[in-house]
């Protein structure tokens, strides 16, 4: 009885997420919502989908140094004035970017939340369009850049990026370069935020002690600010078909070593979570994964190695990196093609597979801790197309995964083995 009453009170305090929907102008725009009473807190964000970095296809980092446009808050009160009136309420506004999306969060205390609210909208209606503003974003950009220049873990990253892509708006580092930043102008901004911040292209996310009939209206009223414009499908980039190593001369005391490949897999494939699997034994699960085993501890070769899977709508492809020692740089990168030759040839061991189970179902409770984290799952779930607690439903098939089929699936995808290389070096 007590254990029944103590769930009966926690289902009271918090809820697992739903879908709903606000119809306006014509529009049916998801709603994801969570219930948490817990703390007196509420939040909202706006996501524009296919809105990021991925649109940057006329000048490199536009996405993001629009996105710092709109941190610079409003025009009729400036930067300074518009973060001081925010400070004072404990709220908290900002905008970002991802490869896919454009996002822009409001929070704070549940007291304050109307007033958030209309600080929001009003964000919305009149951001700062000054050149001071664009000025000041600018300045901050390229000093962030230029420190970059010597950050050779940057560096790697974004020329394995451009040889994997190549040819392809996803090779241009997100952030721009510095030549690309200078470029742009006042206008790219108001351009890029109009044909992207549009209601046709918005699902919202909102939680916290907040109920969503209390503020539905004054959202519908925010909505109907925004341009309606058109929504468009993320367009899917695969890795070019030529294999490739780069090697960029630095002055460096470690040879920094990125690798990538092809990786054959839709955003809502069904052994998705096979590769989780997969690739969590092969580089993503730290000390234990083969990586690590054989590049650090039977080699010496590294003091870390990684390998995931990243899928996406926009792209999907397979990529890890390690540090070495500069003579050691080119059998880190031998070890590395063996590593993964062997995984493709043999697959895992049961010891392996009984391992993995054990550590991503037990951790499990760790990726749901915050409301944050859930709304993010349940917001990512929709945007797949999936149902609504797939990733519970990911895990009951992790549970039951046998040996014969996750090996066989390993097998299938031989085209990880069309490794590119990009690496920084003395």
């Known amino acids: ?58 000048k490199a980092g536009l996405a993001k140094m629009s996105a710092r446009v709109m941190n610079e808050g409003t025009k009729e009160l400036g930067s300074s004035a518009f973060a001081e009136a925010l400070e004072s309420k404990a709220i908290h506004i900002s905008s ?25 909208s009003t964000l919305l209606k009149d951001p700062n369009f000054t050149e ?10 390229i000093g962030s ?32 370069t510095i030549e690309s930043v200078k470029s742009i102008d006042l206008e790219m901004i108001k351009q890029f935020l109009k044909s992207n911040l549009v209601s046709s292209k918005l699902i919202i996310a909102i939680g916290g002690d907040v109920e969503i009939k209390d503020v539905k209206e004054k959202i519908i009223k925010i909505i109907n600010t925004l341009p309606k414009g058109e929504s468009s499908d993320v367009e899917n980039y ?42 969590f034994i092969l580089g993503a699960g730290g000390f234990g994964s083969r990586m690590m085993e054989e590049i650090r501890v039977k080699r010496g070769l590294a003091y870390s190695a990684y390998a995931r899977v990243n899928v996406s709508k926009s792209s999907s492809y397979f990529n890890g990196y390690l540090q070495t020692k500069l003579e050691s740089q080119e059998e880190a990168k031998k070890t590395v093609k063996e590593v993964v030759a062997e995984f493709v040839k043999y697959g895992v061991t049961k010891e392996e597979l009984a391992h993995t189970k054990k550590f991503l179902l037990g951790s499990e409770p760790l990726r749901v801790e915050t409301m944050g984290q859930r709304l993010n799952r349940t917001f990512m779930e929709f945007y797949k197309g999936q149902d609504l607690g797939q990733s519970a439903k990911e895990l009951k098939k992790i549970e039951k995964l046998k040996l014969k089929d996750l090996n066989a699936f390993i097998k299938e995808h031989k085209e990880i083995l069309d490794i590119s290389f990009a690496i920084v070096t003395k």
């Not at 697992?16 to 929907?21: D, G, L, P, Q, W």
């Not at 119809?23 to 296919?50: C, H, W, Y």
């Not at 970017?97 to 549940?110: A, D, H, P, Q, S």
């Open 145 to 176: 850049l230029s420190r970059k220049e010597n950050d050779f873990d940057y560096i790697a990253s974004n020329e394995l990026k451009s040889i994997l892509f190549s040819g392809s708006v996803l090779a241009n580092p997100s952030s721009g």
């Open 238 to 279: 695969r890795v070019v078909d030529e294999r490739d190593d780069s090697i960029l001369k630095k002055e460096t005391q470690q040879a920094y070593v990125y690798f990538g490949a092809p990786f054959d897999m839709s955003v809502d494939d069904e052994d998705y979570y096979k590769a989780r699997v997969a690739t």
């Open 1 to 58: 009885m007590k254990i029944f009453l103590t769930l009966l009170i926690l289902g009271q305090i918090i809820m697992a997420a739903t879908i709903e929907y606000i119809e306006t102008n014509g529009l049916k725009i998801p709603v994801i919502f969570e219930s948490d009473k817990r703390l007196p807190l509420a939040t909202m964000q706006f996501i524009f989908t296919n809105s990021g970095s991925i649109t940057d296809t006329t």
């Open 96 to 120: 970002s970017t991802g490869t896919e999306t454009f996002v822009m969060e409001v929070g704070g205390l549940k007291e304050n939340f109307d007033v958030a609210l209309n600080y929001f």
């Open 132 to 141: 001071e503003a664009l000025e000041k974003v600018k300045t901050t950009t």
